[in-house]
């Protein structure tokens, strides 16, 4: 039987809905529009249609954005004064800088340099040290994004050998530290692998769960699958149409269980999840304030 084909599309209109409706009662009870401001270094096609989309996404859930643009040549000191300009502004309850940055600006420092309150990508270390102790935390997009796609699909990871293919601080670490958190939505036996692992089919035949997250087109091989996996492809290369997943989706596809097209999978999950990251960062500011 061909796999059922997990259509992040509408998981993350459900998300973006509920957003929405969010929202409208935050707003309704007198609290603040939440508001993202989007950094947008440079004039990669890719990223700037990436952060137009998140744009248009914060605009249908009624989230006020606006999107600053800076030169491919800033100067680190100019983008991080930006960033401070960003932190004052009570416009904005959410900072997203599109990564990656051109190489002479050193993207921690800059990711550090948004203040963790308003870190809607969920990717300052105090971020993702609160989320590793199990603490309150803004969860990083794409990890946050696969998890929520297994939920609500009905594959709970709890108990189940996840196997996650890259060890990125954006995907791969988080995921694993996301699965095995004592809590819900976590408790799976987590195996991370990269490019050190000796014999990666021989691991990510074991996997219940599979997350490929390596960037490397078809890496996946329907062999490095065991019958009955449910697989997510967090991969989107760069090269056309036809090899932009990093699994070998149709070969995969006719003995997985369940599956994430790209495009279509996770890519929007990672936005809904942005939208639903900036209500929250909106609702918190509202506590803060009391
Ligand atoms: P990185 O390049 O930062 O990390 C890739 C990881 O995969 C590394 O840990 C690397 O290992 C591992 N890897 C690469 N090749 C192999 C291999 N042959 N065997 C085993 N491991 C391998 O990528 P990201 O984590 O940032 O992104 C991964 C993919 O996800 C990309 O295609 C990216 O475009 C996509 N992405 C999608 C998003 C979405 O919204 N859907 C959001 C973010 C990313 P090592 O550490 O040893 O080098």
Redesign the pocket.
Known sequence: MPARVLNGNEIAADLREEVATGVADLVASGGPTPGLAAVLVGNDPASGVYVRNKGRACEEAGIFSEIFYMPAHVSQANLLSLIDQLNQDTRFHGILVQLPLPGHIDEATVIERVNPVKDVDGLHPISQGRMLQGEPAFLP??PS?VQQVLLRSGYDPAGQHVVI????N???KPLAALLMQRSAGGNATVTV?????RD?PEITRQADILVA????PG?ISADMVRDGAVVID????RVDDATRR?VDYEAVAAKAEAITPVPGG??PM?IAVLLSNTLEAARRSVDANR
């Open positions: 997009c794409t994004g293919v890259g060890r990125s954006i995907v791969g692998c990269h490019t050190r692992t990666l997250a390596m960037g490397v890496a967090v991969g989107i290369n990093d996770i890519g990672t």
